[in-house]
């Protein structure tokens, strides 16, 4: 069972930026498709970015353009680099792959 650690969360101004990184452990990270989630006070757990073991990539629209998904399967790494931050994207920041999820990292954007 591969375990991820989220980090790289924080308070940020509109229209800043932060890069979240997500370590995985427990092996076989190079065969899943990896995707970060967020979930903000009082609404569902939803996708915001998807990278398959090929490096394709999906985003959600409400990110699109901001947001870049990477992974580094030398490192066991996948991260998400957020740009041009706005208040709606304030949740806590999830890693996942399969079943497994990490405990999430929070992002705050002030307005």
């Known amino acids: 069972q591969v375990e991820l650690v989220e980090s790289g969360g924080g308070l940020v101004q509109a229209g800043g930026s932060l890069r979240l990184s997500c370590v995985a452990s427990?092996?076989?990270?190079?065969?899943?498709?990896m995707g970060w989630f967020r979930q903000a006070p009082g609404k569902e757990r939803e996708l915001v970015a998807r990278?398959?073991?090929?490096?394709?990539?999906y985003y959600a629209e409400s990110v699109k353009g901001r947001f870049t998904i990477s992974r580094d399967n030398a490192k066991n790494m996948v991260y998400l680099q957020m740009n041009k931050l706005k208040p709606e994207d304030t949740a806590v920041y999830y890693c996942?792959?399969?079943?497994?999820w990490g405990k999430g990292t929070l992002v705050t954007v002030s307005s």
């Open positions: 996942n792959a399969a079943t497994a």
């Open positions: 427990g092996g076989g990270f190079s065969l899943y498709t």
């Open positions: 990278i398959t073991r090929a490096g394709t990539n």
